[in-house]
Nanobody, 121 residues
Framework: QVQLVESGGGSVQPGGSLRLSCAVS????????MGWFRQAPGNQRELVAA???????KYGDAVKGRFTISRDNARKMVYLQMISLKPEDTAVYYC???????????????WGQGTQVTVSS
């Protein structure tokens, strides 16, 4: 089992920045990718950013150049630095640990409870 706890969400004005954190615990032996996903009301869950065990990263088109995913293996943390935030970034952001970038729940993959990000003036 893997447990994920997100933090760092909140409200920010357009153009502002936030850093989300995901604390990882448990047996991560089977995990080869950590990802951040988001879901806005009425929308499907979508990939925001992912980082593989070899350090390779992948970003959703909507956030390229504005968001950066990173990890601290020693502290078992995964971060999402978000800059130049836009109202359309408003969503619940979820941390995921697993072997795929599937947006649906797959056996053997783990999701956090989510943290709300609101971008509004």
């Amino acid at each position: 089992q893997v447990q994920l706890v997100e933090s760092g969400g909140g409200s920010v004005q357009p153009g502002g920045s936030l850093r989300l954190s995901c604390a990882v615990s448990g047996n991560t032996f089977s995990v080869n990718v950590m990802g951040w996903f988001r879901q806005a009301p009425g929308n499907q869950r979508e990939l925001v950013a992912a980082i593989f065990t070899d350090g390779t990263t992948k970003y959703g088109d909507a956030v390229k150049g504005r968001f950066t995913i990173s990890r601290d293996n020693a502290r078992k943390m995964v971060y999402l630095q978000m800059i130049s935030l836009k109202p359309e970034d408003t969503a619940v952001y979820y941390c995921k640990a697993g072997r795929t970038l599937a947006v649906v729940r797959v056996p053997g993959e783990y999701w956090g409870q989510g943290t709300q990000v609101t971008v509004s003036s």
